[in-house]
């Protein structure tokens, strides 16, 4: 024989173990809802990371078609200004070794000059600076 008080103590565990059970699904569920719209969320991130990169690429295809036209037409006008110039030397009786050697010693020290820029432009993109920036080193 049981004594009432026990079964009092029987009936009352077993109904914090059904309020536990009933809150479970509860508590699973808000902590659901919270992943869901950490996950929507995250997407919607992604997505516009996604859609920035996108767009980043279209621009600098579209800047590169754009940058090779200019460069195009740079060329054009100065392999125009040697023609022109050989024409008026041409024009003032130099001859037509003499027009082309100057011609060609122009355009060879133009592209030493450029060389030159290309190089110096090069020495200066250290990219250690934002490195050590990120990451800095015990030495500092």
């Not at 059970?21 to 659901?32: F, R, T």
């Not at 054009?76 to 130099?94: D, M, V």
């Not at 070794?97 to 060389?115: C, H, K, P, Q």
């Amino acid at each position: 024989m049981q004594s009432p008080h026990y079964s009092d103590a029987q009936q009352a565990n077993e109904q914090q173990a059904h309020e536990q059970q009933a809150d479970a699904p509860e508590k699973k569920s808000d902590l659901d809802g919270v992943i869901e719209s950490h996950k929507s969320w995250l997407k919607s991130v992604l997505g516009l990371g996604a859609l920035e990169a996108k767009l980043w690429v279209a621009s600098s295809a579209q800047l590169l078609a754009l940058m090779c036209g200019v460069i195009f037409l740079l060329l054009t006008t100065w392999l125009l200004i040697i023609a022109s110039s050989a024409a008026i030397a041409w024009s003032y009786g130099f001859s037509l070794v003499n027009i082309l050697l100057t011609a060609t010693l122009v355009t060879f020290l133009s592209s030493v000059g450029l060389l030159y820029w290309v190089k110096r432009t090069l020495a200066s993109m250290d990219f250690t600076r934002t490195l050590d920036a990120i990451i800095p080193t015990d030495e500092e």
